[in-house]
């Protein structure tokens, strides 16, 4: 390995992945060792720059063990996640060669070297806005990159859902299903592409940001609870999202917002429902939150047809869906009359495509 240039070379690969949000939810799995889900999902990826992990991998024969730092703090590499996806990509990596620098790596090899990994977020971790996401889906992104691994975004999705499920549909950009797959083994549980992020870009997202505070349930121990309690989520697996996700689908070819919105927010509803209906009860929203799904509500009746779409993953933060730019600028101006910042501390900050609107006014 890279024998005449010593010890002092450092080969490094950057990356960036926006996280993802589920507009028909990921809740449970059949498999807690390969994340295997019980029912399909289907996100929409946000543009690059906006809540997005930045990872940086590097390999050196001067590194002696594997290490990872997560915004700026070292954290243990021994959870079996990190090491299911490190275990995967060294598996699959092959010989690279930089003539210039004089460094060959054959397969061999990177089994040996020992790999030095920074990422960081740039919105808050673990408060409902699918960190892990973008996490781990740059995570095994950056690692593939540089370990030369030929895998195509499917099978390195197949990879990032060993790290965190809804991470594999981060491999992608625009409108993606996360195929729930019947094997045993989670060959076929991958993501695929529904249409690429030009397809419908009248829409504009924005994160009310309610609160960023670490969630007290993890999403995993959640729903983890929520298989073994729950009698709704059965009913909901089997006969609620399979149908919904073709609907869904037909939704998103046609850029049809007003099925589009109602799925939406029907599943978001739903999967809160199944969180009561868990034992103990999981609350991930809070008054505020309510309060954001009224005004919605009272809006879109108001106007005769949805104007905007909710969701609200595993905590209080809204992640709301306009139909077009005009739309989202009412909606803005009704957000911050209704929840002015500076008297509201519960709500401190919209984010609205690449623009940080406000920031923690609390
Ligand atoms: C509510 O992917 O974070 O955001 O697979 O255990 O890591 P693990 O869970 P995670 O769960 C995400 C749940 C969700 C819905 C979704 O993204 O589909």
Same mark, same amino acid.
């Given at each position: 390995?890279?024998?005449?240039?010593?010890?002092?070379?450092?080969?490094?690969?950057?990356?960036?992945?926006?996280?993802?949000?589920?507009?028909?939810?990921?809740?449970? +799995?059949?498999?807690?060792?390969?994340?295997?889900?019980?029912? /399909? $999902? !289907?996100? @929409?990826? #946000?543009?690059?720059?906006?809540?997005?992990?930045?990872?940086?991998?590097?390999?050196?024969?001067?590194?002696?063990?594997?290490?990872?730092?997560?915004?700026?703090?070292?954290?243990?590499?021994?959870?079996?996640?990190?090491?299911?996806?490190?275990?995967?990509?060294?598996?699959?990596?092959?010989?690279?060669?930089?003539?210039?620098?004089?460094?060959?790596?054959?397969?061999?090899?990177?089994?040996?070297?020992?790999?030095?990994?920074?990422?960081?977020?740039?919105?808050?971790?673990?408060?409902?806005?699918?960190?892990?996401?973008?996490?781990?889906?740059?995570?095994?992104?950056?690692?593939?990159?540089?370990?030369?691994?030929?895998?195509?975004?499917?099978?390195?999705?197949?990879?990032?859902?060993?790290?965190?499920?809804?991470?594999?549909?981060?491999?992608?950009?625009?409108?993606? +299903?996360?195929?729930?797959?019947?094997?045993?083994?989670?060959? /076929? $549980? !991958?993501? @695929?592409? #529904?249409?690429?992020?030009?397809?419908?870009?009248?829409?504009?997202?924005?994160?009310?940001?309610?609160?960023?505070?670490?969630?007290?349930?993890?999403?995993?121990?959640?729903?983890?609870?929520?298989?073994?309690?729950?009698?709704?989520?059965?009913?909901?697996?089997?006969?609620?999202?399979?149908?919904?996700?073709?609907?869904?689908?037909?939704?998103?070819?046609?850029?049809?917002?007003?099925?589009?919105?109602?799925?939406?927010?029907?599943?978001?509803?739903?999967?809160?429902?199944?969180?009561?209906?868990?034992?103990?009860?999981?609350?991930?929203?809070?008054?505020?939150?309510?309060?954001?799904?009224?005004?919605?509500?009272?809006?879109?009746?108001?106007?005769?047809?949805?104007?905007?779409?909710?969701?609200?993953?595993?905590?209080?933060?809204?992640?709301?869906?306009?139909?077009?730019?005009?739309?989202?600028?009412?909606?803005?101006?009704?957000?911050?009359?209704?929840?002015?910042?500076?008297?509201?501390?519960?709500?401190?900050?919209?984010?609205?495509?690449?623009?940080?609107?406000?920031?923690?006014?609390?």
């Amino acid at each position: 390995m890279a024998a005449e240039s010593g010890e002092k070379w450092v080969l490094s690969v950057t990356a960036q992945t926006p996280t993802n949000i589920a507009v028909i939810k990921y809740w449970g +799995k059949r498999d807690e060792e390969l994340i295997l889900p019980i029912n /399909d $999902s !289907i996100s @929409v990826t #946000l543009d690059p720059g906006h809540l997005c992990t930045t990872t940086s991998v590097a390999v050196s024969p001067a590194f002696t063990h594997d290490r990872i730092w997560l915004n700026g703090k070292e954290v243990s590499l021994s959870g079996g996640r990190f090491q299911n996806c490190l275990r995967e990509i060294r598996s699959r990596a092959t010989d690279y060669e930089d003539e210039k620098r004089g460094i060959m790596i054959t397969k061999k090899d990177w089994e040996k070297l020992r790999v030095h990994i920074v990422s960081y977020n740039n919105f808050p971790t673990a408060a409902g806005l699918a960190s892990s996401a973008a996490g781990l889906a740059c995570l095994v992104f950056s690692l593939a990159k540089l370990m030369n691994v030929k895998e195509d975004h499917s099978q390195l999705s197949a990879i990032a859902r060993q790290g965190s499920g809804s991470a594999c549909r981060s491999l992608y950009g625009g409108f993606v +299903k996360w195929i729930m797959g019947k094997e045993d083994n989670g060959s /076929d $549980s !991958i993501a @695929v592409q #529904l249409a690429d992020e030009n397809h419908w870009d009248d829409l504009v997202i924005i994160i009310a940001v309610v609160s960023s505070k670490q969630k007290e349930t993890s999403s995993t121990s959640g729903m983890r609870d929520t298989v073994e309690t729950s009698e709704l989520i059965k009913h909901r697996a089997k006969e609620v999202v399979p149908k919904r996700i073709k609907e869904m689908e037909a939704a998103i070819a046609k850029r049809d917002f007003p099925s589009f919105a109602r799925l939406a927010c029907a599943d978001s509803n739903q999967f809160h429902a199944v969180c009561l209906d868990t034992l103990p009860p999981i609350f991930y929203m809070n008054d505020t939150s309510h309060r954001i799904i009224s005004c919605v509500e009272k809006w879109n009746r108001h106007e005769g047809s949805p104007q905007v779409a909710y969701t609200f993953d595993a905590g209080p933060n809204a992640v709301l869906i306009s139909k077009d730019r005009k739309t989202a600028a009412l909606l803005l101006q009704r957000l911050l009359f209704q929840f002015p910042p500076q008297s509201d501390a519960d709500l401190n900050s919209y984010v609205i495509g690449d623009k940080t609107i406000l920031k923690d006014a609390g």
